[in-house]
């Protein structure tokens, strides 16, 4: 029966998680103010919203798409 040691070098995955971070933490911040923005609140409300809601109130869910994003013509 063999034993195998390897001794191998150690990973440079800790080392480019620290470099990462600082680009991990500009992503986020991104997407927070992004989300954060009017369009995408009611664009969420309206995802959330039934179809059955907006046929109550006389609204298609394209049209009011289109109204949120402020598209008048069809492209």
């Not at 040691?5 to 500009?26: D, E, M, N, R, Y």
């Not at 989300?35 to 109130?57: G, I, Y």
């Amino acid at each position: 029966m063999a034993t195998v040691l390897t001794h191998g070098a150690k990973s440079a995955a800790p080392v480019l998680s620290v470099l990462a971070t600082p680009f991990v933490a500009i992503g986020r911040f991104l997407v927070t103010l992004a989300e954060a923005q009017p369009r995408m609140v009611a664009l969420q409300k309206l995802s959330d919203t039934s179809d059955e809601e907006l046929a109550a109130r006389g609204v298609t869910r394209d049209g009011e798409m289109r109204r949120i994003m402020g598209v008048t013509g069809v492209v």
